[in-house]
């Protein structure tokens, strides 16, 4: 068999969505689907959702990709891409996430910086018991940081590590996090759309190897409610022209070796902290995980090296200078995400918002921050209509689109606990 070509793009859900195209399609090219996609929540249920054109026709949009980022993937004989959106009028769609990237880094690039990315993604794995549910991947050796057989019996993780290499992703590191059977990926820095192009088809390569050995690898925020969360933290700095760090002031860094550009990225972020949440903790189960004292982002606030406010300054300064925002969590969509994050970044550079001091809490038993992110979607969803100015940053199609969604997303849980709230999600993200 000639090799064929999966074509895809991360949507409105963070679901993948493509085709099976033929070999001659292994070039500059593109194929159609239908826009109301844009509509169609977890349940399958169809929606007049802004933008999907469900009452126009449900007209088609199209995706578009270049030959240079076809790349071979974890399956024999098929090649994978991830193209853009683009209307029935060859205009960009402007519910695309990775459109909504594109601009992000084009607005950046216009002040002479190269946003470059690094993102960490946790996730949890689980197994069927013998009647079929659902139950934690049985590894009870597994302890924070732990490698090895006792923290992956099944040593599915090597497969990943080992295909991962394969196809040219670079690896940063994986490990066992706190919460067994927990995992946590990294991918090293990159310019900010090749670090998400990434990150997307790493999230779905290792949830597709998992399967393999019986394992869904969840990237829901909070699957076990006893359990951590998982998080996306970002990790992001600048290149300037001359190829150097703009974050650096120094060889380095945290909080006193701080320039401008780190004070306004800060201050915009705290800023929208509250907008912010809507989009990058996008499921009623994010607000499980986005709690104070869970290492998450729930606080309106800053710190040095600190795991427990929601963006952490890191101390390595040069050329590893780099503000880390934590409060993203695992089931987000990475274009969506991290354009929201270098958006609200950029605003506070832009509209000089003050940044107040930094925390001296510990995060758990105290916290000089007053103000959290909304304590359920419905909340967040409010906040992120109320912030205009991050909308239109990221695009006010794609949050009148997610707004709607996500309004539609709480009424369908409301009712919904435990496992049955865990299985709206579990297979999809
Ligand atoms: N290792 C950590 O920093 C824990 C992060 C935490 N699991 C989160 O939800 O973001």
């Not at 019986?214 to 998080?231: H, N, Q, R």
């Not at 990058?280 to 606030?301: D, E, F, H, K, V």
């Not at 009148?400 to 579990?426: C, I, Q, S, W």
Request: hydrophobic content about 40%; some cysteine; charged content about 25%.
């Amino acid at each position: 068999m000639k090799d064929r070509l999966r074509a895809m793009f991360c949507d409105h859900l963070s679901v993948m969505r493509g085709k099976y195209l033929p070999n001659s399609k292994i070039a500059d090219s593109s194929t159609r689907f239908c826009r109301s996609t844009f509509g169609v929540h977890y349940d399958r249920d169809l929606l007049d959702a802004p933008g999907a054109m469900m009452k126009q026709g449900l007209p088609d949009m199209e995706l578009k990709w270049v030959h240079d980022d076809i790349r071979d993937s974890w399956h024999t004989g098929t090649k994978v891409v991830l193209g853009d959106l683009y209307d029935d009028q060859d205009q960009p769609l402007p519910l695309c996430p990775r459109g909504a990237l594109k601009r992000a880094v084009a607005d950046w690039q216009a002040r002479g910086l190269n946003p470059k990315v690094g993102i960490e993604l946790e996730c949890f794995a689980l197994q069927a018991d013998d009647n079929g549910r659902l139950v934690p991947y049985d590894a009870p050796g597994g302890v924070v940081y732990g490698t090895g057989p006792f923290a992956d019996p099944l040593r599915f993780n090597d497969r990943i590590w080992a295909m991962a290499e394969e196809m040219g992703f670079s690896l940063d590191m994986i490990t066992a996090e706190f919460d067994s059977p927990q995992f946590e990926y990294t991918l090293t820095f990159d310019d900010a759309l090749k670090a998400v192009d990434d990150i997307v088809l790493f999230r779905l390569m290792a949830r597709e190897i998992a399967l393999e050995y019986g394992i869904v690898l969840t990237f829901m925020p909070k699957p076990i409610a006893e359990a951590g969360g998982s998080g996306m933290h970002i990790n992001f700095s600048f290149q300037d022209e001359t190829g150097a760090n703009a974050l650096s002031s120094g060889p380095r860094g945290g909080p006193e070796h701080m320039n401008d550009l780190a004070r306004g990225c800060l201050a915009g972020l705290l800023h929208h902290h509250k907008g912010l949440a809507g989009l990058i903790a996008p499921t009623a189960n994010s607000y499980m995980r986005l709690q104070p004292g869970s290492l998450s982002g729930y606080w309106q606030n800053w710190g040095g090296d600190h795991r427990n406010v929601t963006t952490r300054i890191s101390s390595e300064g040069g050329a590893k200078a780099r503000l880390e925002h934590r409060m993203a969590d695992a089931s987000s969509n990475p274009y969506t995400a991290v354009a929201a994050v270098l958006q609200a970044a950029r605003l506070g550079v832009e509209n000089g918002h003050t940044l107040p001091p930094m925390e001296t809490g510990d995060g758990f038993d105290s916290t000089d921050a007053r103000e959290g992110t909304a304590i359920d979607l419905a909340g967040a969803v409010r906040d992120l209509e109320r912030d205009t100015a991050l909308a239109q940053a990221v695009g006010a199609e794609l949050v009148a689109n997610h707004v709607f969604m996500k309004a539609k997303e709480v009424r369908k849980t409301r009712d919904l606990e435990g496992d049955a709230l865990r299985d709206f999600y579990v297979y999809f993200i």
